[in-house]
């Protein structure tokens, strides 16, 4: 009966899930659904001697997955260019969740004394971010899945860093894919406005929207579609100043965006489109895959400040959670 519980209410998240994409595709809750229809999925069909610990099967692998990340990214230490305060704190932060992951589970049952209880709980507490980590994951695959349906008013680049004033194979990707958008709405009888934006860094000779500009210019995008926006240093700034180019344009919130980033920005992006009520689409582009693990990570702890609130109200339950599961399993 448990298990024929857990499906059909896997069968009810998949549906709002389904609904939810469809009506609001940049709602992180897209990702909190579809994983809970997963966990409740896969809580149906573990096997019956796991009991309890079926529960935290998806928590505590998407906890490894977050722990193996953090380790990823802290061995850069053994490269010349990676010894940092930072990466030494990533490998050992991943080392903990990683060995707290393992731990968890062997612990339970561990008696219902408090020191036992707090045990479990402290051991659990990867448990939370991994399951926000495969949420969010799940929400940035959704998003990507989908095509754009709208006719774009203007198509808007967002920067990253140039390597000695040039601009690398990353940033190139996705200047040409706005030119290639840009090129098939042409082919549709639209004109839309490109913006490439993006600011001057301290370690960078020029703004960043001056040289996605003249890289547009030279691969055929015309001067005269082009309005660079060159003032940015975030994301937020990215997409709060180009909209006042835009507006200076003529396009005063009534025209929709295209907003093109790499395919790992892309779920931040949507999230921040939609805090800033603009009507928009994000779209990837490619991306090496040596890179992506990295930048996932910083894309994922950086979506997390979004929701501080509710991150720390869904810690709080997940604590309380383990805490119970912990109680109610151990043997009297």
Known sequence: MPSLVALVLAAALLVLFVLTARAAPRRWLTGVLLTGALWAATTATAAPSAGARSLLLLPLVGAAVLGLLFVGNGLRLLGPAGRSRTNAVALVLGLAILAASALAVGVLPAGTSRSAVVAVVVLLLPGYPGLVLVSYALFCLAYLRRRARVAPAAIVVLGSGLVNGTVPTLLANRLDAAADAWRDEQALGHDPIVVPSGGQGDDEPMPEGVAMTAYL?????????????????????????????????????????????????????????????????????????????SAFLREFLAALTLHPRVNLAGLGVWVAGTAFLAYAVSPR
């Open 217 to 293: 210019v030279a691969h055929g995008v015309p001067p005269d579609v082009l309005a660079t926006e060159d003032r940015s240093t975030t994301t937020e700034e990215n997409l709060l100043l180009s909209r006042e180019i835009l507006r200076a344009r003529g396009l005063d919130g009534a025209g929709h965006l295209r907003v093109v980033t790499s395919g790992y920005h892309v779920g931040r992006a949507a999230l921040l489109t939609r805090r800033l009520q603009l009507d928009a689409d994000v779209t990837g582009a490619p991306t090496a895959w040596h890179f992506l693990p």
